[in-house]
């Protein structure tokens, strides 16, 4: 490593990277971080790896440990061609919410490159990961790899024992109802590996301490038997805690034809699905926190003169291509880019905090004028999930910088109508409806049990709460409801009713 | 608080298996995508990578998702440049999911996903050799890039004990002896004998217990001097070094004859090309450069491209020598047999002219196998009349020709096909006497 003379303080030159250089600039953007901007976070654990290494690490959800299963490999096809094409670059890092926070860096990368990872997942996210509530109530970072690592090897197992094509069929059961399998109000229990293999081992124990081989020549019982049958569909739902959101926890507990090894698979899926339901809450403050955090070390790196202008201009670059939004009607659009919302969210708050408008004064009287923008984006980051965040921050002055408006579709309508605007009128509005756009709990179906008469015809019924109109695809939602079906044994229907009452349509599998 | 770890060197592929559980879950499907791409590509081109559409039967994942477009939505975008409240904007024809681009590809309705990707030729290979029913020896061979054959070059001092040389060995051995001064045991039993014999007197003489003395000095020295210089030494062993040596290469040039008059239909052509394809696969383990000679023929003959050969109809009588009479002259002008492994491939229908068969026996018979390695014959026959041709006798009048042929060359190989099944027991013959040779 090389120094010019004319520049001591400066962490690296050039473009490679080599352990060294690593080290010491992770030191110095830990100490801005820490010092300055006052982070908070889990130790790190840095790791270096190959692109295939990387691609890899895509196709199973970013997890350093998962189980086989055949869509991951279609991921890992779709994204090794599209790689391959050059029409898709592949992120330059992952990070994983776990403790010791594990951060992938790519070989790669520059030097320059290094070091805007190193400060926007290391720090960035790290900090996200361990101050947010919804991170700290609904995951634990400290369980998390072990967990896998069990969940990886009992599948493993069950595939030795049970056939691949058996355990294939749970999975895809289950995947299809990931979405369905998180608690969104009640709080999972705390992981434990050791907690875990309890459990499992006491189910087992259970089933064989019950097992009698007298009760199968006990004659059927008869029709009539029951006074204590519970009749009446309140009983039987309060017998069974309904109505219940998480589909596969009811499958799970409730099932009457699941084996204990194919409860435990649901099981699995399950915890993974809820450990990443704070993730999809917080997209626009997680990358927006992660951005903010980059930009600012960045800066202050350059300011302090430890980084060269090469290395500043490429890592502005690379940041301007991130956060860059188009608008909506060119091709590239999709949808709101949450790196750049985010990011300039997190700006407008400094802004508001450093220097208020009157404007500002009147809508966020708490924080305009403090000075002390640290203190407010460290709450912001702490106390809120996307929906909270973007209707108690976003301000009027970056409605009128992005040009937002809403625009209304409704089905049968000939036309869009331009619902309100960046005006006076409209903020509100806008903000209310961008809000709302990214409350998960709104957004996804929201399919329930309603019954399931476990001593009658064992027919399980779903409710989908029908919200504006917004009915399922169909092709789809039948396919899943025939391995909602294969879960439970026996007849499941589905019925899609609106808030009124009114049933808007009905199907269901049976054999 | 910082720990780096250098992955780089952990293994990768560990989506491998991933990727086989998806391929074989999507196996029917690809396989039906790869028989259309064998049936529009090139037949040198089979092994080589191909891109495939990402098969969507099979391998969709279904979930409770909204229906693109259904019920009332609001959405907030980013770019207002005209718009104020209260205008109405008429929607895309088609319904295209609105300004808001929600994404709608999950229905499952679409055939295939918008997203292709790349098979190997591995993988490829198992697709195609689907429903061939080659027996798994010969998949394996075929698969294999490059054979090598062990050839010895030369000595080495290090080696396994199989590999011992023991003539080179003891050759190093006894001029080692030789130089060190080994004595032989011939000196070693003369010695022992004298010492024997003066042992033996009764009363030796002062001159006797001397040389007695001597002598047991000198075989103790002897036997000292054997244990010094070993029989065979660590360093003369000499070891074969065996060499890989790919197989020698060699050009070759494959016929490919076909009757395109207007009784081969595409289910036909089909069924040909898959032959043609088996046996360029066969030729390519075989030779480094293989060319391929497309000459099809109605009542006359020519030379044409691959395209040409297999998709541009013509219609006419059907004259099969035309299409030997012209093999024979390509050769003659561009393959002299010398340097060139000649190969034919003739597919047909079983149509010929009446009288044209006699010919075209004569023409096989006094020429053209003299100068062919292997000429392969097979006649495309409807599935429902396999069951007419079970038995070799009945047929065609050009099956009938053929089959003398057949009994003069060994080389010479005929069969019917009706499904694709039927292709491979042609090459069966060929690929036994590679692997005897």
């Not at chain 1, 229990?189 to 875990?196: F, G, K, N, Y």
């Not at chain 1, 992660?290 to 890592?315: P, Q, S």
Request: one cysteine or more.
């Amino acid at each position: 490593m090389k120094e010019r003379a004319g520049n001591p303080g400066l962490l690296f030159d050039g473009s490679d990277w080599n352990f060294q250089t690593l080290s010491r600039t992770y030191d110095a953007i830990e100490a801005i971080a820490l010092d300055d901007l006052k982070l908070d976070v889990y130790p790190n654990q840095l790791e270096i790896i190959s692109s295939e290494q990387m691609l890899d690490a895509y196709s199973s959800i970013g997890m350093p440990l998962m189980y086989r299963h055949w869509s991951f490999g279609k991921r890992f096809a779709r994204e090794q061609h599209l790689y391959r094409k050059g029409y898709l670059g592949l992120a330059y890092e992952l990070v994983i919410n776990s403790n010791p926070c594990i951060t992938y860096l790519m070989e790669e990368n520059t030097m320059a490159m290094q070091a805007l990872v190193t400060a926007h997942a290391a720090f960035g996210h790290n900090h996200f990961f361990k101050n947010n509530y919804l991170f700290r109530q609904w995951t634990d970072a400290s369980a998390i790899l072990d967990y896998m690592e069990f969940g990886k090897s009992y599948i493993a197992r069950c595939e030795e024992k049970h056939g691949i094509a058996a355990v294939e069929a749970i999975l895809d059961a289950a995947h299809a109802l990931m979405d369905q399998g998180v608690f969104r109000y009640r709080r999972p229990p705390r992981l434990s590996v050791a907690a875990e293999r309890e459990r499992i081992r006491d189910r087992l124990d259970y089933e064989e301490r019950t097992f009698s081989d007298l009760w199968r020549t006990l004659p059927a019982a008869k029709d009539d038997d029951g006074p204590d049958r519970p009749d009446d569909e309140i009983e039987r739902g309060r017998a069974l805690n309904l109505p219940e959101e998480n589909l596969l926890y009811f499958l799970e507990k409730n099932s009457p034809v699941l084996e204990p090894w194919q409860r435990e698979i649901l099981r699995i899926v399950r915890v993974i699905a809820q450990y990443f339901y704070p993730q999809r809450q917080t997209k626009v403050m997680n990358e927006g926190c992660a951005t903010f955090v980059h930009y600012t070390i960045m800066n202050t790196l350059f300011d302090r003169g430890m980084i060269g202008e090469g290395a500043l201009l490429e890592i502005l670059q690379s940041h301007s291509s991130v956060v860059f939004q188009p608008t909506f009607d060119d091709p590239r659009f999709s949808s709101f880019n949450p790196y750049a919302l985010g990011f300039a969210m997190m700006q407008d708050i400094e802004r508001i905090c450093t220097a208020p408008t009157a404007e500002d004064r009147d809508w966020f009287p708490d924080i305009a004028g403090s000075g002390d923008w640290r203190a407010a984006l460290i709450d912001a980051w702490a106390n809120h999930r996307d929906e909270s965040f973007v209707l108690q921050y976003l301000s009027p002055a970056l409605m009128r910088k992005f040009r937002m408006f809403v625009l209304e579709d409704e089905t049968h309508d000939t036309h869009y109508k331009v619902a309100s605007i960046h005006d006076e009128r409209g903020y509100r509005k806008v903000r209310a409806t961008l809000a709302r756009s990214y409350d998960v709990g709104a957004n996804q179906p929201d399919i329930q049990v309603a019954d399931a008469d476990l001593l009658g015809d064992r027919h399980l019924r779903l409710r989908h709460t029908v919200q504006d109109g917004v009915v399922l695809a169909a092709s789809s939602r039948d396919a899943t409801l025939r391995h909602v079906r294969q879960l439970w044994g026996y007849d499941v229907s589905l019925v899609g009713v609106d808030p009124a009452g009114a049933t808007v349509y009905e199907t269901s599998a049976v054999e | 608080m910082r720990n780096f770890i250098d992955r780089r060197l952990n293994p990768k592929d560990k989506s491998l298996s991933n990727r086989q559980r998806f391929l074989s879950r999507a196996r029917d499907e690809l396989r039906r995508i790869v028989t259309d791409q064998i049936k529009t590509g090139k037949i040198a081109d089979i092994d080589a990578d191909h891109v495939v559409p990402m098969p969507a039967r099979g391998t969709a994942e279904p979930a409770f998702r909204p229906a693109a477009g259904s019920g009332r939505r609001a959405h907030v975008l980013p770019g207002n440049k005209e718009f104020v409240t209260g205008d109405r904007l008429p929607k895309p024809p088609g319904g295209a999911g609105g300004g808001a681009g929600r994404e709608g590809a999950g229905d499952g309705g679409d055939s295939e996903d918008d997203f292709r990707f790349v098979l190997s030729r591995e993988e490829l290979l198992d697709l195609f050799f689907d429903d061939l029913e080659l027996p798994d020896l010969v998949k394996l061979d075929l698969k294999e890039i490059v054979s090598f054959r062990m050839r010895r070059a030369g000595y080495a001092v290090t080696g396994a004990p199989t590999n011992i040389n023991v003539g080179r060995t003891m050759r190093n051995s006894f001029g080692r002896r030789l130089a060190l001064g080994r004595p032989r045991q011939a000196q070693l039993d003369a010695v022992a004998a004298e010492i024997a014999a003066l042992e033996a007197e009764a009363e030796p003489t002062a001159e006797a217990v001397e040389r007695l003395a001597a002598l047991k000095q000198e075989l103790d020295r002897l036997v000292r001097k054997r244990k010094l210089v070993a029989y065979v030494d660590p360093v003369d062993v000499r070891f074969n070094r065996l060499e890989q040596q790919p197989v020698p290469n060699a050009n070759a040039v494959m016929f490919c004859l076909m009757d395109v008059s207007g009784s081969m239909g595409e289910r036909e052509k089909d069924l040909a090309k898959r032959f043609f394809v088996l046996l360029h696969l066969f030729l390519k383990r075989r030779y480094e450069r293989i060319e391929i000679v497309f000459i099809r023929h109605t009542h006359e003959a020519q030379e044409v491209d691959e395209e040409t050969f297999f998709h541009s109809p013509q219609s006419g009588g059907t004259i099969v020598s035309t299409a030997l009479e012209e093999m024979q002259r390509i050769i003659t002008e561009r393959y002299p047999s010398g340097s060139w492994n000649i190969y034919a491939a003739q597919a047909s229908d079983g149509d010929n002219a009446a009288n044209d068969s006699q010919r075209c026996v004569a023409l096989l018979d006094q020429e053209l196998m003299r100068l062919c390695q292997y000429y392969a014959y097979v006649e495309i026959i409807d599935e429902r009349e396999s069951h007419i041709f079970q038995s070799a006798e009945n047929g065609t009048a050009l099956w009938q020709s053929y089959r003398l042929v057949a009994e003069t060359w060994s080389n010479f190989q005929m069969t019917r096909i009706a499904r694709p099944g039927d292709i491979y027991p042609v090459f069966r013959k060929l690929f036994s006497r590679q692997a005897a040779g």
